[in-house]
């Protein structure tokens, strides 16, 4: 399987799938990284990790769908089978979604449902919760919404920051996100309505054909 990871930022989680992947945890090809931001330092981890990169401005398109279109033509060409969201900061359109339907994974720093939208962090310290963490899930049609893979909680100390806590937080996702993908790729993630079970034995994983052609002109 081929799989592209999104990001818009630093790229530490992108980093942690680089090195599973090339550990052989990740029995995939991580065929290309998109950007959505120019500067983003998680480009210059792809570059020199070999790893093909896409950067797609979106001051050029007059709106989310035509931003989307643009990419998913990217992603036909490379014939990518699976996503990773991993930072990025954009919210994919229906359009692209109903696309890669359970195909798209992504990571978000709180417990959902508690705290979704980009600023998960502050927002549970500004709360005062005891305890966050941080949730890899199939991306739906809803932001932040969709069927939880894997799940992993810290408790909040009273004197944590939120650089404190972004980076207790860091380290939990640099071992759930990689893991996750795993789990998905050895076909081992069984979605039914909300809940994800994970298998046992592995399933058969299927590539993806992505039937674009006729609707992205
Ligand atoms: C991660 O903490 C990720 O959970 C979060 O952005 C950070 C990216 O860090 N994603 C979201 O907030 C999505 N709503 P990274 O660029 O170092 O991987």
Redesign the pocket.
């Known amino acids: 399987m081929r799989f592209a990871v999104f990001?818009s930022?630093?790229?530490?989680?992108?980093q942690a799938i680089i090195d599973a992947v090339k550990q052989n945890q990740i029995k995939a090809e991580l065929a290309l990284v998109v950007s959505s931001k120019k500067e983003a330092y998680?480009l210059k981890r792809a570059e020199q990790a070999g790893i093909k990169t896409l950067f797609v401005d979106p001051v050029e398109f007059a709106n989310r769908q035509s931003y989307d279109r643009q990419v998913l033509i990217h992603l036909k060409e490379e014939k990518i089978d699976f996503i990773v969201l991993?930072?990025y900061?954009r919210i994919l359109t229906p359009f692209f979604v109903k696309k890669y339907p359970k195909r798209i994974i992504?990571?978000?720093?709180s417990l959902l449902p508690s705290f979704r939208?980009?600023t998960?962090i502050k927002d549970a310290l500004t709360y005062g919760v005891k305890i966050t963490g941080?949730t890899v899930h199939f991306v739906d049609e809803k932001m932040?919404h969709g069927p939880i893979i894997l799940q992993e909680s810290i408790k909040i100390a009273l004197e944590d920051t939120k650089e404190t806590l972004?980076q207790k937080?860091?380290k939990l996702?640099h071992r759930i996100l990689p893991k996750s993908i795993e789990l998905f790729v050895d076909g081992r993630l069984k979605v039914r309505g909300r809940k994800v079970e994970i298998l046992e034995k592995p399933q058969k994983t299927s590539t993806h054909n992505v039937e674009l052609a006729k609707d992205i002109g």
Do not use: R, T, W
């Open positions: 990001i930022g630093y790229g530490s989680n992108l998680g991993a930072g900061m992504n990571i978000h720093p939208g980009v998960a941080a932040d972004e937080i860091h996702e």
